[in-house]
C-alpha cells in the first residue's frame, strides 16, 4: 500500500473513533440531566411527604382533641344529676339500650379491683371564687386512688377481770393461741409462712421484713413458731396425701432443693441434693410434696402412689418405669408429649430433628382449636376431635421415628438416634393420652408448679431434713391455695386455729373438707 493510501485509511479511522467519542460524550451528558432531574424529584417528593406528615399529625392531634371533648360532654350527658327533675324513661327492651363504653387503655380493660377496702369522700371544689349558693350542680365524677397499708403488728393487752363468787373463782375469757403458752394468734404464724412458702423467702429475709415494718422478730422465734404449727398441722397433711390418691389424673414430677446435712459426706460437704416429689390432681387442683430424706429412689414414689388406680402422667424417669406392672399394674401411665419433642428440639443444626419436632408442634396445633365449653364444644366433641387428628399425625411422626433408626452407617452415640430411641420406647403408651377428653399432652402443669422450689435454690438452703419435711407441708397447702384462688393468708389463719382445736386423735376424714378445694371460711 502507498503512503498516500495509507494516511488516507489512517485519516478515515480517526474521524470514525472521534465520531464515536463525540456520541458517547452525549449519552454521559444526557445521563448525567437526568440523574440530576431525577435527584430533583426525588427531593421534592421527600418534601412532599415531610408536608404530608405533618399536616396528618396535626390532623390526628385534632381529632384526639374532639374525641376527649365528646367523650367528656357524654360522660357529662349520662350522669345522673341530684338535682334533676326529669327523668329519662327507660326502654323495656334490653337489646334498644345502648351498652356503656367500657374505659380502656390502649386496648386494655382497666381492673376494677372489687377485693380491695373501700372509702369514699365527698370532694367539694375549694377554688375562692365558688359559692355552693350561685352554683348549679352538674354531675359527680369517680376518681380512683390506690393506696397500700403496710404490714400492721397489732399489740392486744386483754385486762382479764378475776372475781370469786362463793368460793369459786370468775375470769373473763380471752382468744385462745394455737401453740400452747404462745402470745402469737394464727395470723401471725399465716403470715410468716406466706412469705416463707409461698413467695420463697428465706426465714432469716422474712425475720427482717417484720423488723422493717416495726415488729422485732428473733429468727429462733420464727423457726418454732413455724415448726410447732407443722405439727398441728400433720393431720391435715396425712388428709392431703389421701385426697390425692382419690383423683383419677395425677400429674407427677420431682425437683431439688439444697438440704444441709449434720454431719459431712464423704466428699466432705455438708451441702446436699434432696429431692422434692409432688403430685399434681389434675381434677381437684390439689398439691401434694412430699419428702423422704432427699431420696430419689423409686421406692419413694411406690410409696406414695399405693392405692392409686387411675392416670399418671409423668416423664421416663426410672423411678416410674414400674407404672403398669407388678404392685402398681392398677395405673396407666401417660407420657409428656413436651419432653420427648424437646430431645429434638435441642439438636438445633439437624433438619431431620427439626422436622420430627414441627411433627409434634402439630398436635398441639390441632388440639388448641377447639376447647370444651366454648362455642358449645363438649367433651364428647372434644374426645372424639382428639381421635381422629391424633390417628394421622401419629402414624405420621411413627414412620418417621423409624426412617430415623433404619439410617445405615449411624455411630452409637448419635444424638437423633437418641432422641428417637426415647420416643419409641414410650410410643405404645402415646395413644393413651387421646383416649380421653381430659388427659393433657404434657407434664407442663406440674413443671410450672415446680418451680416455686427451683427458683429459690441459688438463695436458700434447707437447714436439716426434718426443715424440708416442714416445707413440703406448707408448700403444698400454700400452692393447693393459690391454683383454687383461695386467699392463703385468709386460709391459714383459719386452718391453723381450726387444727389447733381438734384433738390429734381426730379422725383423718374430717380433716378432708379443710383442704383448699372443699374449704369454707369458719363464721365467727
Known amino acids: 500500500m502507498k503512503k498516500d493510501e495509507l494516511i488516507e485509511l489512517l485519516q478515515r479511522q480517526n474521524d470514525f473513533l472521534q465520531g464515536k467519542l463525540e456520541e458517547a460524550l452525549t449519552s454521559v451528558r ?43 360532654m357524654h360522660r357529662l350527658q349520662e350522669s345522673p344529676s341530684e338535682r334533676q327533675t326529669k327523668q329519662v324513661k327507660a326502654t323495656s327492651d334490653a ?32 377554688d375562692p371564687e365558688f359559692d355552693p349558693e350561685l352554683a348549679r350542680y352538674i354531675c359527680t365524677c369517680d376518681v380512683v386512688r390506690y393506696s397500700m397499708v403496710p404490714m400492721r403488728f397489732i399489740k392486744t393487752i386483754y385486762k382479764v377481770k378475776k372475781y370469786v363468787q362463793d368460793g369459786k373463782i370468775f375470769k373473763g375469757p380471752v382468744p385462745a393461741t394455737p401453740l400452747l403458752n404462745s402470745q402469737y394468734t394464727a395470723s401471725f404464724i399465716a403470715g410468716l409462712a406466706e412469705l416463707r412458702y409461698l413467695h420463697g423467702m428465706p426465714l432469716e429475709n422474712a425475720v427482717e421484713y417484720f ?22 398441722l400433720e393431720n391435715l397433711y396425712k388428709a392431703l396425701a389421701k385426697a390425692i390418691l382419690e383423683d383419677n389424673y395425677i400429674c407427677g414430677d420431682e425437683t431439688y432443693q439444697k438440704v444441709r446435712l449434720q454431719t459431712a459426706t464423704e466428699s466432705g460437704k455438708k451441702i446436699k441434693k434432696g429431692y422434692i416429689w409432688v403430685f399434681v390432681g389434675m381434677t381437684t387442683g390439689l398439691v401434694y410434696f412430699f419428702y423422704d430424706d432427699g431420696s430419689r429412689s423409686a421406692e419413694v414414689f411406690e410409696n406414695e402412689i399405693k392405692g392409686f388406680n387411675g392416670a399418671f402422667q409423668c416423664d421416663y424417669y426410672s423411678g416410674y418405669r414400674h407404672i403398669g406392672i407388678g404392685n402398681l399394674k392398677e395405673i396407666k401411665r401417660l407420657p409428656c408429649l ?87 420406647k414410650q410410643w405404645h403408651e402415646i395413644p393413651a393420652i387421646f383416649s380421653s377428653p381430659k388427659y393433657r399432652l ?7 408448679i415446680n418451680r416455686y422450689i427451683s427458683l429459690t435454690r ?47 386423735n381426730t379422725p383423718i376424714d374430717k380433716y378432708r373438707d379443710l383442704l383448699p378445694d372443699r374449704w369454707k371460711k369458719m363464721q365467727r
Request: net charge positive; glycine share 6%; charged share 35%.
Open 458 to 504: 441459688r438463695r436458700l438452703t434447707i437447714g436439716s431434713h426434718t426443715g424440708a419435711e416442714v416445707a413440703v407441708l406448707y408448700h403444698s397447702l400454700a400452692i393447693t391455695c393459690h391454683r383454687c384462688g383461695i386467699n392463703i393468708f385468709e386460709y391459714f389463719c383459719d386452718i391453723i386455729d381450726r387444727c389447733a382445736a381438734w384433738s390429734p
Open 338 to 424: 413436651q419432653h420427648i419433642k424437646r430431645k429434638f428440639l435441642d439438636i438445633k443444626d439437624n433438619t431431620i430433628a427439626q422436622q420430627t419436632a414441627k411433627r409434634f408442634g402439630l398436635l398441639y396445633h390441632f388440639e388448641h382449636k377447639h376447647k370444651t365449653g366454648k362455642d358449645g364444644w363438649t367433651d364428647e366433641d372434644h374426645l372424639q376431635w382428639r381421635q381422629r387428628y391424633s390417628k394421622v399425625m401419629i402414624e405420621k411422626i411413627y414412620r418417621g421415628l423409624i426412617e430415623i433408626k433404619d439410617r445405615p452407617g449411624v455411630p452409637p452415640d448419635d444424638p437423633l438416634n437418641a432422641a428417637a430411641d426415647y420416643a419409641l
Open 442 to 448: 404434657d407434664n407442663n402443669e406440674v413443671e410450672r
Open 95 to 126: 337489646s334498644e339500650q345502648k351498652k356503656e363504653k367500657k374505659h380502656t387503655n390502649n386496648g386494655a380493660r382497666k381492673k376494677t379491683h372489687p377485693e380491695c377496702e373501700i372509702e369514699t369522700f365527698d370532694v367539694e371544689p375549694d
Open 211 to 232: 423488723r422493717s415494718h416495726g415488729f422485732d422478730l428473733d429468727k429462733g422465734t420464727a423457726r418454732k413458731l413455724v415448726s410447732k404449727t407443722k405439727v398441728q
Open 30 to 72: 444526557s445521563l448525567t440531566t437526568a440523574n440530576e432531574k431525577l435527584t430533583a424529584t426525588v427531593e421534592e417528593l421527600r418534601r412532599q411527604i415531610a408536608s404530608l406528615e405533618e399536616t396528618l399529625k396535626g390532623k390526628n392531634i385534632e381529632l384526639s382533641k374532639e374525641k376527649t371533648a365528646r367523650q367528656a
